[in-house]
């Protein structure tokens, strides 16, 4: 992980801290003349993969705010350059806050704060210094731009609040409202007592508020502001003895450790005043609102980006190797349940080889004899009953009574085979047919009748052509057609009774 460093530029010293795990040490100091800058070069040339940031803490710093035309993108981009343009006469640090939109009349507006330094070349020659090494530069903040955050984590949840911190460079006021900066200066302090201090910090503060009442930034009717004061350590209960609300202010004390710990700041350098806790959220926090172009940032951003593709490659190596250890137990649990069916099947082997082994002794092979029982298993299954064609022929001579049936015949084929009365295995192919051939004779009748004896055998034969059943042949005991002679067998005795003979078929499913 690359090293963070912050370098606390002042009016008189600039301070490189190096931030790490929220904690800051003190790396080095620099005068601020040429002297400085040439060391600070120096100082660059072993430290080229290192991120660097830039924290101004000067007291020319302007404000004003105005309004543009309510945009987006590239168009807002121009017409805020634009205006920086117009304000100020170097634009190399400069930078627009955004406050909110805003309606007038029937046009939608956005308030913007511009924001500058009244002298961009004391900080020029520090600039090129890191370009010119190649260095990353991270941004270029100032004390103001971190106050909303430092006040977001000292417990000022919006509304209007004025932030007071001692810093080496004096007494820095950052004015807040709704989580915007809106205002800042930084008047220097030379040493003083906690009692002057804390009186200070109060005639100061009154003289900040009358100054925005008169510029109607802060409105005379707004009531109280809130204003927290960090306090030097060990100066707090001085400070509270001095600094008492009145109906324009309403002070709140904070010591320096109980801001540290708010802000999340572990260690620092014994010499380091309130600009440690703006120091440390620039390291960890830094807001999006920077002075820096993004020309000087561009080694910074493509960082940004190769670190964004190593963590996107990272996320899908890890993502790849649990997939792939996914996998890998899937196959184990195969290879556990493959090792454990093959020990099923030998014991299920041997349990056969046991069984087999007290079979009688055959002229033919085990598997020979598995095959056959297999076969007469299946030929048994698609067998062809002839109990249907016992039923029929049963419920038809229940209404012929005097029908008397010597001899039938059963069998089943494609037409014209012959098929034995023995159930055969039901046929796999289409239009075979199930043949039943009836003989038999007519009783309770007069022999000489031979017209009625012929209109009975019709009506049998219908009958036995009806429930899926097709009449084939019909053999009377002789002829009546008009075509021929009287023909026939009616008994060549008195007892003997006219035979007949009756072929349906049924078609096989």
Not at 103 to 109: A, K, L, M, P, S
Not at 120 to 142: E, H, N
Not at 279 to 304: C, D, I, M, N
Not at 369 to 397: D, I, K, M, N, Y
Request: charged letters at 25%.
């Amino acid at each position: 992980m690359s090293a963070k460093y912050i370098l606390y530029f002042t009016a008189e010293d600039h301070h490189l801290y190096r931030a790490v795990r929220g904690e800051l040490e003190l790396d080095a100091r620099f005068p601020g003349d040429d002297s400085g800058v040439s060391a600070f070069r120096e100082y660059l040339r072993a430290r080229k993969d290192a991120l660097f940031s830039i924290m101004v803490d000067l007291a020319g710093e302007d404000f004003h705010e105005e309004q543009v035309p309510a945009l987006r993108g590239r168009d807002r981009e121009a017409v805020v350059q634009r205006r920086l343009q117009q304000r100020y006469r170097d634009t190399r640090l400069a930078a627009a806050l955004s406050l909110g939109p805003v309606q007038t009349g029937e046009r939608r507006n956005e308030r913007v704060l511009l924001t500058s330094f009244t002298n961009t070349q004391s900080l020029a020659p520090w600039l090129d210094a890191l370009q010119d090494s190649g260095a990353r530069l991270a941004g270029v903040f100032s004390v103001p731009l971190l106050a909303p955050a430092l006040a977001t984590r000292l417990g000022v949840r919006g509304g209007r609040a004025f932030i007071v911190t001692p810093t080496s460079a004096g007494l820095r006021q950052s004015f807040i409202e709704d989580g915007k900066l809106r205002f800042a200066r930084l008047e220097r302090t030379p040493d003083m007592a906690p009692q002057a201090l804390a009186m200070f910090v109060r005639s100061e503060t009154l003289r900040l508020s009358q100054y925005l009442t008169t510029l109607r930034v802060l409105p005379r009717d707004a009531g109280p502001v809130q204003v927290l004061v960090v306090a030097p350590a060990g100066q707090r209960a001085a400070f509270e003895q001095v600094l008492q609300s009145d109906a324009r202010l309403v002070f709140r004390t904070l010591d320096m450790a109980q801001a540290e710990a708010a802000a999340g700041l572990r260690r620092k350098p014994q010499s380091t005043a309130g600009e440690a806790l703006y120091l440390h959220l620039a390291a960890k926090h830094p807001p999006r609102e920077q002075f820096a172009s993004s020309g000087e940032r561009r080694s910074y951003t493509v960082w940004q980006l190769q670190r964004a593709v190593v963590a996107a490659g990272a996320i899908g190596f890890v993502a790849c190797a649990l997939f792939a250890g996914i996998k890998w137990l899937d196959v184990v649990q195969a290879r556990g349940r493959a090792d454990l069916q093959a020990q099923e099947a030998s014991r299920a082997a041997d349990a056969y080889a046991r069984i087999t082994a007290t079979f009688p002794v055959t002229h033919t092979s085990t598997e020979n004899l598995r095959v056959a029982v297999t076969e007469f298993t299946r030929l048994a299954q698609r067998g062809v009953v002839a109990e249907r064609v016992f039923a029929h022929l049963s419920h038809v001579l229940e209404d012929f009574p005097q029908f008397e049936i010597d001899s039938l015949r059963w069998g089943s084929g494609r037409p014209g085979e012959a098929r034995s009365a023995a159930p055969a295995a039901k046929p796999e192919a289409q239009g075979e047919l199930e043949t039943v051939e009836v003989s038999g004779r007519v009783n309770a009748t007069q022999r000489s009748d031979y017209r009625g004896i012929t209109a009975q055998v019709q009506r049998f034969a219908a009958a036995l052509g009806t429930a899926g059943f097709q009449l084939t042949r019909t053999q009377l005991p002789f002829d009546v057609t008009s075509e021929g002679t009287l023909t026939g067998d009616i008994g060549g005795a008195e007892t003997d009774a006219p035979r007949f003979t009756i072929v349906f078929t049924r078609k096989l499913p």
